[in-house]
């Protein structure tokens, strides 16, 4: 079975400044993906960014960008700059049962960002 | 292109009645997934149907079904409803199976059952 911990189930930051949310998973698969979502208090989750596991290179989409280390099972999403639109929960979140599982979702990092 | 609907947004129901919940994916999409969300379990996949046949289902009793019409929108029905089923129930689209890929959310339905 997947696992996904979120250590931090609250972070605040100063805007402009750069934030780093953690996230740990545990999967016996070899070939998963990995993403970052974002639930606004609207609900609507949103993709932030999206990590395959045969990948070498951290992705990036403009001020997000993760540290994929794959030996330590270890995914951050790191947010620069960042801005009161920020402010949501974010949700690190696995999906490597071969689709059995859908997403394994951690408990998620309440994000607040003080103006 | 319109996004992922949900019908209804909010629902009330009581212990032992059933619930129908409506999920409409994005235009060209043949996946819907569905997920339970509460303040203790957090974020629980539920089941996905992919062109009409359900593809995999999660940890969840039988009470909960669903299934997908051939114009790929998806109905979720939970049947004797308990007060732990009081949830925001999220359903996800894709444009081919879920695996690996980008979900687009819906809004959610928020069920109370009293």
């Known amino acids: 079975a997947q696992t996904v911990t979120q250590s931090q189930p609250e972070m605040s930051v100063q805007e402009a400044e750069t934030v780093t949310l953690s996230c740990t998973y545990d999967?016996?698969?070899?070939?998963?993906?990995l993403f970052w979502y974002k639930q606004p208090p609207s609900r609507q989750m949103i993709l932030v960014i999206r990590q395959e596991a045969y990948k070498q290179q951290n992705a990036t989409e403009n001020r997000f960008s993760v540290n994929f280390q794959k030996a330590a099972k270890s995914f951050s999403l790191k947010i620069s700059d960042s801005q009161l639109g920020d402010a949501a929960m974010y949700f690190c979140a696995s999906d490597s049962g071969g689709g059995a599982d859908g997403l394994t979702f951690g408990k998620g990092t309440h994000l607040i960002i003080q103006p | 292109k319109a996004g992922v609907t949900q019908t209804p947004r909010y629902l009330i129901k009581t212990r032992g009645q059933q619930v129908t919940l409506s999920c409409s994916p994005i235009?060209?999409?043949?996946?819907v997934s569905w997920y339970q969300q509460t303040p203790g379990q957090g974020l629980q996949f539920l089941f996905e149907?992919?062109?009409?046949?359900?593809?995999n289902k999660g940890n969840f009793p039988g009470r909960f079904s669903g299934r997908q019409f051939s114009n790929s929108r998806s109905e979720m029905n939970v049947s004797t409803l308990e007060l732990g089923d009081s949830a925001l129930y999220l359903c996800a689209s894709s444009f081919g199976t879920s695996r690996g890929g980008e979900q687009f959310f819906g809004p959610g339905t928020r069920l109370t059952v009293l």
């Open positions: 149907y992919f062109s009409e046949t359900q593809r």
């Open positions: 999967t016996s698969e070899s070939d998963y993906y």
């Open positions: 235009s060209g999409h043949r996946s």
